[in-house]
């Protein structure tokens, strides 16, 4: 896995909707903020979908990019950005290349979700994610998320790896880490 530190895996963003965006940004430039999603059909994602909706005013008020990066399809994530109002920019990773690049890993046998669901407030938090619409079967079902901050130097300085499939990601972390550079 990819740690603070490390040189960020270089590429350029090509959002569904928007402008493209280097990654790492060019120097002297505000940090990026990834947010590596599972496919868009999965309840989860909508749950983390709305959270970063939700927060997206947040780091753009303050100047920083925050790319989503989603294994779905270009024709769902077409659809779903403008039906579910997605501000931040969609970039499609269909064939899941930028996800290998970023280490996102996937939980086997789904045995770190197990383990988290055994927890009441874990098993709520799926029973919320099910509000955003349950979704449709899709190929990456194991896949995870991860975050991160990237900084002007080609560094990633904050990296955060889901270790369940229905973990969020921490914006408060990743909004917080991003103003510190």
Do not use: W
Not at 102 to 126: C, E, F, I, M, N
């Amino acid at each position: 896995m990819l740690r603070p530190g490390d040189a960020a895996p270089p590429f350029v963003a090509r959002p569904i909707f928007g402008l493209e965006q280097p990654v790492p940004p060019p120097p002297g430039s505000r940090p990026v903020v990834l947010c590596f999603v599972r496919d868009l059909a999965s309840p989860f994602t909508r749950a983390a979908m709305a959270e970063i909706q939700a927060r997206y005013a947040d780091f753009d008020r303050d100047g920083f990019p925050l790319l989503v990066i989603t294994a779905t399809d270009i024709t769902a994530a077409r659809d779903f950005g403008p039906r579910f109002h997605v501000l931040a920019p969609l970039v499609v990773d269909a064939d899941g290349a930028l996800h290998e690049r970023y280490q996102v890993p996937r939980d086997k046998l789904l045995s770190g979700t197990l383990r988290r669901l055994a927890s009441p407030a874990a098993l709520r938090g799926a029973l919320d994610a099910l509000q955003h619409g349950h979704g449709k079967p899709h190929r990456n079902i194991d896949r995870l998320s991860a975050s991160f901050v990237i900084g002007a130097d080609g560094r990633i300085a904050m990296a955060s790896y889901a270790t369940s499939i229905t973990d969020l990601p921490d914006l408060d972390a990743l909004l917080q880490c991003a103003r510190g550079l």
